[in-house]
DNA sequence: TTGACCGGTAGGACATTTCCTACCTATTGT
DNA sequence: ACAATAGGTAGGAAATGTCCTACCGGTCAA
């Protein structure tokens, strides 16, 4: 499911779907300078990920969203968004900028090789 | 970004990395099965996205995570989760699914609000 | 029924990814 | 200086991904 999503194609047909609600295979390949076949493949893998579900109409297949397996990537994104919450990581960023413009001899610190300390900000 | 985060094991070792704090290739290595280069080149590729930093420190190198291009992720997440909220979508799976199969039993039409703008251009 | 249309499948070309084994440089301890 | 250690790089094999052109079956309209 995060290899659906990883393609900008892929992400582009999910948010055709997003905006203008379920379409038929020709209505989404005129967004794309792709032919037809390869646009299928695509929803094919999306189908796959149970990100999208086809429906047949007559002689067309509309394909409509089902966003529920993004779920999964919020709910992996979580810890993450904690982490970044918490430690203002920008600023962090800096911190261990000039931390490594000092390549003297720490003899002071000890560097210890199993756990790195939690430091306030 | 998503197609660095789109590999199993690159997920993995941000998870390591969350965890345990900034950790070298070595310590990370133990923990998959697979030769110490690979692992090389998937921090690589975590790099390129700015998901970690490589800080030197004798001679060994600390990953550590940087979580921040994560928040593009959760912002593209973000309309498909008012979606999925939205729509109360698994109750909607089932409704269709049953609309598949007894297509003239239209006894239900609180959900059809988003049928009338598929219409060709 | 015949033709036009929608769209999936086959399979081939090409690019990219992912793993490996060698090999290299930089650092550290003796 | 020398050997050992940490880890990146080269380049090749195999697997996957992404596009294409054909082609095929199903549906609608005359």
């Known amino acids: 499911m995060f290899a659906a ?3 900008p194609t892929r992400r582009r047909l999910l948010g055709l ?5 379920p379409k038929p295979v020709q209505e989404l390949a005129e967004h794309f300078d792709m032919r037809r076949p390869s646009l299928s493949e695509h929803l094919k893998v999306l189908k796959d990920a149970g ?3 086809e429906r047949r109409a007559g002689r067309q297949r509309l394909y409509s969203l089902r966003p529920e397996p993004l779920r999964e ?8 968004e904690r982490f970044w919450r918490e430690r203002l990581s920008s600023l ?7 931390d490594d413009d000092l390549p003297d001899t ?4 000890g560097l210890s090789s199993t756990e790195d300390d939690d430091r306030d900000v």
């Open 5 to 7: 999503v990883a393609s």
């Open 17 to 21: 779907l997003l905006e203008n609600g």
């Open 51 to 53: 990100l999208v579900v």
């Open 73 to 80: 990537m919020s709910a992996w994104l979580t810890p993450y």
């Open 92 to 98: 962090r960023d800096l911190l261990d900028a000039e």
């Open 106 to 109: 720490e003899d002071d610190d």
